[in-house]
């Protein structure tokens, strides 16, 4: 798919891929790549100028305005600056996503501490978020992200703004979300962050995909230390790939 | 979605947003105000003028000391006029009993301290045609050169009808049923203005309650209910505040006097309960239309 800014600022180059049911897939490349759109393209915040998403079999340019709500019911999003509501406490911020979708009461006062509890705060329940830290933080957010246990989450630099010890413990939850069946989507340029975990990565440059790599690291294996960007390697077409044998992601 | 969760969401954004809301409040009050004072009078004077019009008829004055053949004389005069339905003499007693009738206590002290009967014998005339009624008053009394009313007959004092006025309440009515038309148009205007700025505010102050309803799926119409709900609280407070102060102004000021005043008093007017119920649905709509208004400019879901 292409994705064209109304200011003709190309963010997305035909750029093509599939990620299967389940997995766990790092997009990774400088600021300005095409990460965030290829997340906001997702979510149907956008539409593909060219080309088209496929969710679960079904393409997004083919859900309705009206059925949006649903659609994003079923993705969870995790983001650098956590988008928590600050005059509201740890629980009340995650009952928010519940309640605005009109969840009865009983399940909230079920599902939220349960939540709490696999993130690791159910000792902050009362906490505002100021009174928290960063990482924690986070954790709300990933915990409003996934208390319906959404099939897909999405997380764009959720490590952003964390020192290296927080962020690990970060995605340690993340990788717990993902072997519940979940598929994870991380949009990130944290390098530690991706050569620890040995995900498959997908690296964009300038709107395209330059590497799609099974268990993969930050950089090409064969790439310098020293962070440019693999300009040579993006031959028109040449690396763009489409991988095969997956089914697709099935949310 | 539960309605108690959106009224809580919009009682929480109106505390954020207290003076702009305090501030549109206090307009929709003021228009509130204008309206319920400006539809009473209105009806009032409408109902009234109405009731003159069709009324209409033509007195004929006679002085004091007519000689009964000079009275006989103007009654064949006025029935020899096409446009006159009923000639009707209304003797000195008459008048004085019907002017009783209608004010006892004045006409009584007034004739004790006058010592006599002030009223003149008339006869009252029934135009076939209220429309036409200035011929009868041309005939029974022309103008003169200067403009001048003067009776032809001897014996006429002055003949006169109440249409004089009937224009005269009709024009004052319509002078004052402008006014505070534009008046009233202008307020509102104010109303949906400030109602409109107020939402806006709350939307910015809510942008990130927005940004993650949005983010989770929550539908259009659950982000939005939340505004139109805060302000509808908004124009309902402002013409609550309204109504009280009309309720007391007329427990206070306006029923000692109606007794007086038919104006006051006029039938024609709505009950109290009625306007109060017409003008609290008026705000609350007019501030459902501000916000509904605001929320599909700077809201796009």
């Known amino acids: 798919m292409t994705h064209v800014y109304e200011r003709g600022v190309v963010a997305l180059d035909r750029v093509s891929f599939q990620i299967g049911r389940g997995e766990f897939v790092f997009l990774v490349g400088p600021t300005g790549c095409g990460k965030s759109t290829c997340i906001r393209l997702l979510l149907k915040e956008i539409e593909p100028t060219e080309g088209e998403v496929v969710l679960a079999g079904r393409r997004l340019c083919e859900i309705p305005r009206s059925r949006i709500p649903q659609l994003r019911r079923n993705i969870g999003c995790v983001f650098q600056d956590f988008k928590l509501l600050p005059d509201r406490t740890v629980y009340e911020n995650v009952a928010y996503a519940l309640r605005v979708i009109g969840e009865p009461r009983s399940e909230i006062r079920r599902k939220v501490p349960d939540i709490l509890r696999l993130v690791g705060l159910a000792t902050k329940l009362h906490n505002y978020p100021h009174e928290l830290s960063g990482g924690e933080q986070q954790r709300v957010s990933i915990a409003r992200a996934f208390v319906n246990h959404p099939p897909l989450l999405l997380a764009d630099e959720p490590t952003g703004n964390l020192d290296p010890e927080t962020s690990l413990g970060i995605m340690q939850l993340i990788h717990r979300i993902n072997r519940t069946g979940t598929t994870v989507i991380v949009a990130t340029h944290d390098h530690e962050m991706v050569d620890r975990m040995r995900r498959r990565v997908i690296e964009l440059s300038e709107g395209r995909v330059v590497r799609d790599e099974r268990a993969g690291r930050y950089k090409p294996a064969a790439a310098p230390a020293h962070p440019t960007v693999p300009h040579g390697t993006s031959g028109p077409g040449a690396m763009i790939p489409r991988l095969q044998g997956e089914s697709g992601e099935r949310a | ?301």
């Open chain 2, 1 to 301: 979605m539960s309605f108690g969760f959106f009224l809580q969401e919009a009682l929480r954004s109106l505390a954020r947003t207290r003076a702009p809301a305090l501030a549109a409040a206090l307009t929709v009050l003021l228009t509130t105000l204008v309206l319920g004072v400006f539809i009473p009078v209105v009806q009032a004077t409408t109902g009234t003028a109405n009731e003159v019009r069709g009324r209409i008829v033509v007195d004929v004055y006679l002085e004091d000391g007519i000689s009964p053949a000079d009275r006989e004389q103007v009654r064949r005069a006025i029935e020899r006029i096409g446009n006159v339905k009923s000639v009707t003499y209304i003797s000195k007693d008459e008048a004085l009993r019907i002017a009783e009738r209608r004010n006892p206590e004045a006409f009584r002290e007034g004739v004790k301290l006058l010592g006599r009967n002030p009223l003149p014998a008339s006869f009252r005339i029934v135009p076939r045609d209220p429309g036409r009624v200035v011929e009868i008053i041309d005939r029974l009394a022309p103008r003169d050169q200067r403009g001048v009313r003067r009776p032809d007959l001897p014996g006429i004092q002055e003949v006169r009808n109440r249409e004089d006025d009937t224009e005269r309440i009709l024009t004052a009515t319509s002078v004052v049923k402008a006014a505070t038309g534009v008046l009233a148009a202008l307020l509102a205007f104010a109303a949906v203005a400030l109602i409109a700025n107020t939402i806006r505010l709350s939307i910015f102050a809510r942008r990130r309650e927005v940004e993650v309803m949005r983010l989770v799926g929550a539908t259009n119409w659950s982000i939005r209910w939340p505004f139109v709900i805060e302000g509808v609280i908004v124009g309902l407070v402002g013409a609550l505040g309204a109504v009280a102060l009309l309720y007391v102004t007329k427990q206070a000021v306006l029923d000692p006097l109606a007794d007086r005043f038919a104006l006051i008093a006029a039938p024609q007017t709505m009950p109290f309960p009625a306007l109060a119920a017409l003008l609290l649905l008026a705000a609350a709509a007019v501030s459902a239309a501000g916000s509904a208004l605001t929320l599909r400019r700077f809201l796009r879901v």
